[in-house]
């Protein structure tokens, strides 16, 4: 389809493992977007890529989490020794420009047993 | 505080009632806003944008009070498909698009 495509869609890990997540933006979309969203809460902001650059990454909750997307579209969320506090739906988002709308993909559920 | 702050709800009205919900925001330096609707377990759509003027799609009005810094979403004659969270959600610069936790509507027959 031609819409933003996550994978996997259901992650089980131990607690120390550490996983990777896979984001395919819609074709041309520049700006890329990792959300995560907990169990009744709204999406928090993790990372923003505008092509290759990475120009935001205040949201990274520990120095565990690390995103890249090193040809400016497909991009890899990685966790590090995951926690169980890292248990939660990872969403991605592209849009065409910035400040456009937000187009999502349908997530990446992660649960650190 | 939250950058953007909303009634979580649930808000549990009958069907062809008319709801409300409000959204503050606390960076009065955020340029944008919009509404965008989550069903359960899907991901966030958009749903529509938020302009000083107020817009309105069909059943659907959003307002922005900038001196108040709120925003508000008005569902006229809810249908039982607008059962959903709702999201507000503020643009203060490219980066910084920040989500409300969102208000749970449940419409009942």
Redesign the interface.
């Given at each position: 389809g031609a819409g933003v495509s996550q994978s996997p869609r259901y992650k089980v890990a131990k607690r120390g493992q550490d996983v990777a997540l896979r984001c395919d933006p819609i074709s041309g979309h520049v700006?890329l977007?990792w959300?995560q969203q907990a169990l009744?809460?709204?999406?928090?902001?993790l990372t923003?890529f505008?092509n290759e650059a990475q120009?935001?990454k205040s949201g990274l909750p520990s120095d565990r989490f690390f995103a890249e997307r090193p040809e400016g579209s497909v991009s890899t969320l990685k966790i590090q020794r995951t926690q169980q506090e890292d248990s939660a739906v990872y969403?991605c988002a592209s849009s065409r420009r910035?400040?456009g709308?937000?187009f999502?993909?349908?997530?990446s559920r992660l649960t650190v047993l | 505080r939250k950058e953007v702050e909303?009634d979580?709800g649930p808000f549990n009205v009958p069907e062809g009632a008319t709801v409300a919900f409000n959204c503050t925001y606390s960076n009065s330096a955020s340029?944008?806003f919009?509404w965008?609707r989550q069903d359960c377990r899907?991901?966030?759509?958009?749903l529509m944008s938020v302009y000083s003027s107020g817009n309105e799609d069909g059943r659907f009005t959003a307002q922005l009070n900038r001196a108040s810094q709120y925003i508000s979403l008005l569902i006229r004659d809810s249908k039982l498909s607008d059962s959903a969270t709702y999201?507000c959600v503020g643009?203060s610069s490219?980066?910084?698009?920040?989500?409300?936790?969102?208000t749970r509507l449940s419409i009942r027959p």
């Open positions: 700006s977007f959300y009744g809460q709204g999406p928090e902001f923003y505008q120009l935001d969403l910035s400040s709308e937000l999502f993909g349908e997530g | 909303q979580p340029q944008s919009f965008y899907k991901e966030p759509k958009l999201l643009y490219a980066s910084k698009i920040i989500f409300g936790s969102g």
